[in-house]
T-cell receptor, first 115, second 116 residues
C-alpha cells in the first residue's frame, strides 16, 4: 500500500545545479500534480498532468520541467536551481475528477534547499 | 479566478478550549469542492474533509465540525475541547472541476498552537 512516493525527502543543492524530484503512484490515477509550499503562501500548483503524455502549467511553472511517460511516474526537474526554489515540494495524485467522492493523495513532501 | 482566504495566520489556545478556523472562498462557478487538510509538525498533509457545493449540511466527526455557508462563502472548521495533538497548520482548499482535473487552490494556512 505505497500510495504516492516522493524521493528524495531532503536535498541540498548549489545554485545552478540541476536535479529531479521523483514521484510515483501505484493507484493507476490519471491525474498527478506538483505543488510547492512556502511560508505564508500556502501550496501553489507548479505543473500537472491529466494522463500519460499530457502535461500543463500551473500557477508557478518557471524554472521547472515535467514529463509523464507512464501513468505511474511524474518527475519534476529543476534545470538550474536558484535560491528562490528553496521550498517544500508535494506531489499529488487522484482519479480524473474530484467528483464522486474521489480523494486526492499527497506524498510526504520533499524538502529542498538551494544555497 | 478562484481564491481561498484564511485570515487567521496563527491561533494559540489552551488545551480544552474550543477553536474555530475561518475559511472564506471566492469562485463564480456553481459546482466546486472544498477541503480541509492538516499539516502536523512532521510535515505531511492529512486529509480531513471534502464538501461539494450542493451539500450545505454541517458535518461533525468526533471533536471536529465543519460549518459550510454558501451565503457567506465560508467553510469554517471548529475543534471542540482542543488537545495538544491538534497543534498543526490547517489548510482550506478549493477545486473547480470545470474541464476536469483536480487543481487545488489553497489558502495560506492557519497555524494552531494548543498549549497545556
Amino acid at each position: 500500500n505505497a500510495g504516492v512516493t516522493q524521493t528524495p525527502k531532503f536535498q541540498v543543492l548549489k545554485t545552478g545545479q540541476s536535479m529531479t524530484l521523483q514521484c510515483a503512484q501505484d493507484m493507476n490515477h490519471e491525474y498527478m500534480s506538483w505543488y510547492r509550499q512556502d511560508p505564508g503562501m500556502g501550496l501553489r500548483l507548479i505543473h500537472y498532468s491529466v494522463g500519460a503524455g499530457i502535461t500543463d502549467q500551473g500557477e508557478v511553472p518557471n524554472g521547472y520541467n515535467v514529463s509523464r511517460s507512464t501513468t505511474e511516474d511524474f518527475p519534476l526537474r529543476l534545470l538550474s536551481a536558484a535560491p528562490s526554489q528553496t521550498s517544500v515540494y508535494f506531489c499529488a495524485s487522484s482519479p480524473w475528477t474530484a467528483g464522486s467522492g474521489n480523494t486526492i493523495y499527497f506524498g510526504e513532501g520533499s524538502w529542498l534547499t538551494v544555497v | 479566478a478562484q481564491k481561498v482566504t484564511q485570515a487567521q495566520t496563527e491561533i494559540s489556545v489552551v488545551e480544552k478550549e474550543d477553536v474555530t478556523l475561518d475559511c472564506v472562498y471566492e469562485t463564480r462557478d456553481t459546482t466546486y469542492y472544498l477541503f480541509w487538510y492538516k499539516q502536523p509538525p512532521s510535515g505531511e498533509l492529512v486529509f480531513l474533509i471534502r464538501r461539494n457545493s450542493f451539500d450545505e449540511q454541517n458535518e461533525i466527526s468526533g471533536r471536529y465540525s465543519w460549518n459550510f455557508q454558501k451565503s457567506t462563502s465560508s467553510f469554517n472548521f471548529t475543534i471542540t475541547a482542543s488537545q495538544v495533538v491538534d497543534s498543526a497548520v490547517y489548510f482550506c482548499a478549493l477545486i473547480i472541476p470545470t474541464g476536469g482535473g483536480n487543481k487545488l487552490t489553497f489558502g495560506t494556512g492557519t497555524q494552531l498552537k494548543v498549549e497545556l
